[in-house]
T-cell receptor, first 113, second 114 residues
């Protein structure tokens, strides 16, 4: 079965600092990978996705992620964090042919002034 | 229209009540999903409907009963729930067997069982 691991439960960064959230996947073939963001009590918003092709993926809100097959990783980055980026971030992978998602445990991002 | 609409946004119900959660999308998606999310946890898949037929049931207790009356609607009927069923219930949809696209999520229904 496929899985994703987010090693960091909680990260705190200063506003304006750079950010990298880690995600590792377990799958033999090329996985379909996603990053979603969730504000408290809200649904999930897609930040970006990777299916194939260019391994550096650009998303919304200034986020990007890089797919590295050799490291089984799909880390999320942002060069300058804003206070509004404080939220829970989930890495996810599609499992099977039904399109259902398997989520990592999430990383909570706090932004300090 | 890329919205998935869930109603109600909040629901408080007693353990003997019967209630239903509703989800609607008008994107022509033929796969629809229910996820359950407990506090500080990731969403967990409950059910998948493909072309209005139940295709995945992740061993969910029978007190949760899904229904897909047409290609735009997905319901989750609730009966005799327990307090531990309190959670955020998320609906999502995606094009069926089109794997190079993402699932679209609704804002969820916050369910409290008292």
């Amino acid at each position: 079965a496929q899985s994703v691991t987010q090693p960091d439960i909680h990260i705190t960064v200063s506003e304006g600092a750079s950010l990298e959230l880690r995600c590792n996947y377990s799958y033999g073939a090329t996985p379909y990978l996603f990053w979603y963001v969730q504000s408290p009590g809200q649904g999930l918003q897609l930040l970006l996705k990777y299916f194939s092709g260019d391994t550096l993926v650009q998303g919304i809100k200034g986020f990007e992620a890089e797919f590295k097959r050799s490291q089984s990783s799909f880390n999320l980055r942002k060069p300058s964090v804003h206070w509004s980026d404080a939220a829970e971030y989930f890495c996810a992978v599609i499992e099977g042919s039904q399109g259902n998602l398997i989520f990592g445990k999430g990383t909570k991002l706090s932004v300090k002034p | 229209d890329t919205e998935v609409t869930q109603t109600p946004k909040h629901l408080v119900m007693g353990m003997t009540n019967k209630k239903s959660l509703k989800c609607e999308q008008h994107m022509g998606h033929r796969a629809m999903y229910w996820y359950k999310q407990k506090a500080k946890k990731p969403p967990e898949l409950m059910f998948v409907y493909s072309y209005e037929k139940l295709s995945i049931n992740e061993s969910v207790p029978s007190r949760f009963s899904p229904e897909c009356p047409n290609s735009s609607l997905l319901n989750l009927h609730l009966h005799a729930l327990q307090p531990e069923d309190s959670a955020l219930y998320l609906c999502a949809s995606s094009p069926y067997r089109v794997t190079n696209t993402e699932a679209f999520f609704g804002q969820g229904t916050r369910l409290t069982v008292v």
